[in-house]
């Protein structure tokens, strides 16, 4: 069985507890990252923990030494029986009171993984009635305070759909539920901005470099138009997506959808850090 990685040591799973009182079980004040293992190594590592270190500045948080947390995630993929898994880097304030106020204790530092058996070829998506904030404090931050993101997971489910996405405050297409969202529209290949509020995600940007997709906000009405979607995320690389809200996409995948999925597993393949 796969070790952890809990502040300095590799142990058993069962012996990777945490206090009661730390912090990010208390109040959820940590960030994460999810990054995949392929060919027994970590993908796109050093992407990751840059945007890891964006994350801890932008909600105040204290990380280890540079250095210590890719080491980490080296020494736990060791520990892996397959080639190709998920490995979870979990960093927190540390112990703290029953409340929002921090103390100066050290940061508590995860790092876990897991086989991964994959999500499905080609996915469904629908929009969830609950806007996000694209001005929020945590607004582009991947942090692990991420029930908003269980309860519309939920709600897209239970309407048939393997993932929920969201909109802004603005009346634009933010993200999905653990994804970023490309769409067809005229020809052209278009993400929300980061302005959007949504996630700067790894494979959103390795995207944004091996295609002609541009940056743009998204209207419902344009949504509702799209010739054809696709989902980014470091589990799911380049997902087609067949329906939006039930009603079928004129192209799953379309032409656009299978040039950035071509071109994403040679970058794949080359092993890119």
């Given at each position: 069985?796969?070790?952890?990685?809990?502040?300095?040591?590799?142990?058993?799973?069962?012996?990777?507890?945490?206090?009661?009182?730390?912090?990010?079980?208390?109040?959820?004040?940590?960030?994460?990252?999810?990054?995949?293992?392929?060919?027994?190594?970590?993908?796109?590592?050093?992407?990751?923990?840059?945007?890891?270190?964006?994350?801890?500045?932008?909600?105040?948080?204290?990380?280890?030494?540079?250095?210590?947390?890719?080491?980490?995630?080296?020494?736990?993929?060791?520990?892996?029986?397959?080639?190709?898994?998920?490995?979870?880097?979990?960093?927190?304030?540390?112990l703290g009171p029953l409340g929002s106020g921090r103390t100066d204790s050290s940061p508590t530092?995860?790092?876990?993984?897991?086989?991964?058996?994959?999500?499905?070829?080609?996915?469904?998506?629908?929009?969830?009635?609950?806007?996000?904030?694209?001005?929020?404090?945590?607004?582009?931050?991947?942090?692990?305070?991420?029930?908003?993101?269980?309860?519309?997971?939920?709600?897209?489910?239970?309407?048939?759909?393997?993932?929920?996405?969201?909109?802004?405050?603005?009346?634009?297409?933010?993200?999905?539920?653990?994804?970023?969202?490309?769409?067809?529209?005229?020809?052209?290949?278009?993400?929300?901005?980061?302005?959007?509020?949504?996630?700067?995600?790894?494979?959103?940007?390795?995207?944004?470099?091996?295609?002609?997709?541009?940056?743009?906000?998204?209207?419902?009405?344009?949504?509702?138009?799209?010739?054809?979607?696709?989902?980014?995320?470091?589990?799911?690389?380049?997902?087609?997506?067949?329906?939006?809200?039930?009603?079928?996409?004129?192209?799953?995948?379309?032409?656009?959808?299978?040039?950035?999925?071509?071109?994403?597993?040679?970058?794949?393949?080359?092993?890119?850090?």
């Open positions: 069985m796969p070790r952890v990685y809990l502040n300095g040591e590799l142990v058993d799973p069962a012996d990777a507890v945490i206090s009661v009182f730390d912090h990010g079980l208390v109040t959820g004040d940590g960030a994460f990252e999810s990054v995949v293992i392929r060919n027994g190594r970590p993908f796109a590592l050093s992407r990751h923990l840059e945007r890891l270190e964006r994350s801890a500045r932008a909600i105040g948080l204290r990380l280890p030494p540079p250095g210590e947390l890719a080491q980490a995630a080296a020494r736990v993929a060791d520990t892996m029986a397959g080639p190709s898994g998920k490995l979870r880097i979990t960093v927190t304030s540390g530092v995860i790092v876990a993984c897991e086989e991964s058996p994959g999500g499905p070829e080609i996915g469904s998506v629908s929009v969830v009635p609950w806007p996000k904030s694209e001005r929020g404090a945590l607004a582009g931050a991947k942090t692990i305070s991420y029930a908003e993101n269980v309860v519309a997971l939920a709600r897209a489910r239970e309407s048939g759909a393997s993932e929920g996405l969201f909109f802004n405050l603005a009346g634009n297409l933010c993200e999905g539920t653990g994804s970023n969202v490309f769409v067809g529209l005229d020809g052209r290949l278009v993400t929300p901005p980061l302005s959007s509020g949504c996630l700067a995600g790894v494979t959103r940007a390795l995207v944004l470099e091996i295609t002609d997709a541009v940056e743009a906000d998204v209207t419902r009405d344009e949504l509702a138009r799209a010739d054809e979607l696709f989902l980014t995320s470091t589990t799911r690389g380049v997902q087609p997506v067949e329906l939006v809200d039930g009603v079928p996409l004129a192209h799953c995948p379309g032409p656009l959808t299978e040039a950035a999925s071509e071109a994403f597993a040679v970058l794949v393949e080359r092993g890119v850090d």
